[in-house]
């Protein structure tokens, strides 16, 4: 059945790097090269012919077709049989109307990193431990040595460092900003929460601009 | 000079899960005997580049950066933000000397330069 989107010459919706679209639009173009491909046939071949087809109600289809409605699932069904799609096909369809759209998935990643973000400054006391470890007389730019003096792990303590870096807590060179040197461990937390919740505000007004 | 890709680094959830799984597949070797902790990877070979392991944080999937020498680290940061860049990790000087910085490209792909001491 596909071979007959030749007739009309539309790029795939999903496979477009410029305009990413819902994946459940794929089965509203369908349903619009099927129509097309009938009216190059014949013509005069109506909407209400092509409702009729399909077995649905008219005004349904047409919103269905301009994009202003999503097709149900029993809809899906119902048309992509009329349509000869294979119950294989039918399921990708059905599947497609479920998955977020690459702006959602984007936002939603987005959102999931900066919480995570934010969590692990809320539970990771290594972060002020290695603020403090760079202030302190006798500090090495040593990994190793800093996870032996905090009691996490490497891994950790590579994380916790660059996490520093990213908010602009510590500098190039490992040491604390001055500014911090007074702060409780408790104020160092808050400050270092409103640097994750600024990052993140960056983040969206870069994302409301680019459009996801 | 030019501005070859000097290193590869796999940004990994499970970084040690991934070292094993690398070695057994291809005899890399893995060692994290340096001051960073960092899981240098020598592949055996003198061709192509090298490369290293970096833990992912927390929720973040596992990919590939690529590591673009310069000769000034600062000065390709301040290029690459005029070019749309956005600067992930500000220009750092690592233990040995060497300085790097993690840019995400306009694309959102990440990579990073890096500077010999």
Redesign the interface.
């Known amino acids: 059945m596909w071979g007959k989107c030749g007739a009309i010459s539309r790029p795939n919706p999903c496979e477009s790097a410029a305009a990413p679209v819902r994946l459940g639009e794929v089965f509203r173009q369908r349903l619009n090269v099927e129509f097309a491909t009938r009216r190059q046939t014949n013509p005069r071949y109506s909407l209400r012919a092509f409702a009729a087809f399909l077995q649905t109600d008219h005004s349904t289809l047409s919103k269905v077709m301009q994009g202003n409605r999503r097709a149900t699932v029993k809809q899906i069904r119902g048309m992509g049989k009329k349509l000869g799609m294979s119950p294989e096909e039918i399921a990708v369809h059905l599947a497609a109307e479920h998955v977020p759209d690459a702006s959602t998935a984007r936002r939603q990643a987005r959102l999931r990193r900066w919480t995570a973000e934010a969590l692990a400054v809320v539970g990771g006391a290594e972060h002020w431990e290695i603020l403090r470890l760079c202030r302190a007389p006798g500090f090495r730019k040593d990994c190793r040595w800093i996870a032996a003096q905090t009691g996490v792990g490497v891994d950790q303590v590579n994380l916790a460092l660059t996490r520093l870096l990213r908010l602009g807590l510590i500098d190039g060179r490992w040491h604390a900003q001055t500014a911090l040197a007074e702060l409780t461990e408790a104020e160092f937390r808050k400050l270092a929460l409103a640097r994750v919740r600024q990052k993140a505000a960056e983040d969206h007004i870069e994302f409301a601009k680019t459009k996801g | 000079m030019g501005n070859p890709v000097v290193q590869f680094q796999i940004v990994s959830a499970a970084?040690e899960e991934t070292a094993g799984f690398y070695a057994s597949l291809f005899g890399w070797t893995v060692d994290?005997n340096n001051?960073?902790?960092?899981r240098q990877i020598d592949t055996g070979s003198k061709a192509g580049i090298q490369g290293g392991i970096?833990?992912a944080?927390?929720?973040?999937p596992s990919f590939v950066q690529l590591f673009i020498g310069v000769a000034d680290v600062k000065s390709s940061v301040a290029q690459a933000v005029e070019l749309g860049a956005?600067v992930?990790?500000?220009?750092?000087?690592l233990?040995e000397g060497e300085?790097m910085a993690v840019l995400h490209d306009p694309q959102g792909m990440s990579f990073a330069v890096w500077q010999p001491a």
């Open positions: 970084p994290a001051p960073m902790g960092y970096w833990p944080p927390p929720h973040a956005k992930i990790i500000p220009p750092t000087v233990p300085e």
